[in-house]
């Protein structure tokens, strides 16, 4: 049998908050967790470099929070979406090690007792000597997204691609599958195309960070066992975001 090695040596895994709540919809599923940690174990094995940031959205979404005539002032909701992701990244961080994977959670706000603040060449440090990176508290300001996040981390630490990894989405579609039962998904997606059919890959300013730095994005479904580990090593899965030439 011929020996498959990783296409990507330094991977950004982007994990929707939704993704550790499993079927109950809110909170942790410890289940869940351990399956995701296994995944991240086994490609971490085969000499992958990984940096993940979590979502938070299975516990609070600022955006959501601050919602309604008596919902939270924007920026304070968006606070609180953070340590949502902190929480999920400690959990991450318990499975891991419990598989002897070691790993750092490195946050953009300060919380020293339980995680290091992130540096940029310390990650890549942690990285290079084997270490799995969970990045938490987004970019540590209000009004962007993890998903911003998880770009802006992907340029920093110089990793080869972007692993969107959706809750139950599976590509991106020409039009919303939920909506319209002839929706066809991508295999392959330029820049230029997603804009003008505004297909929504991630916010706006996360894709725009990918475009303007030709960082490439595959966008599949984490609720698929093997998933991530697909993706790494280069099979055909969900829709690959990037400069058609």
Known sequence: MENVRPQFKRVLLKLSGEAFAGDQGHGIDPAVIVKIAREIADIHAEGTGIAIVVGGGNILRGQVAASGTEGMERATADYAGMLATVINALALQDALEKLDVQTRVQTAIAITQVAEPFIRRRAIRHI????????????????????????????????????MAKNGTDAVYDKDPRKHADAVPYATLGYEEAIERKLRVSDLTAFTICMENDMPIIVFDISQPGNIRRAVMGEPIGTLVGRIK
């Not at 290079?128 to 770009?151: C, H, M, Q, W």
């Open 128 to 163: 290079e000597k084997g270490r799995v990176v969970i990045l938490a508290a987004g970019t540590g300001n209000p009004y962007f997204t993890t998903d911003t996040a998880a770009s802006l981390r992907a340029l920093e630490i110089g990793a080869d691609v972007v692993l």
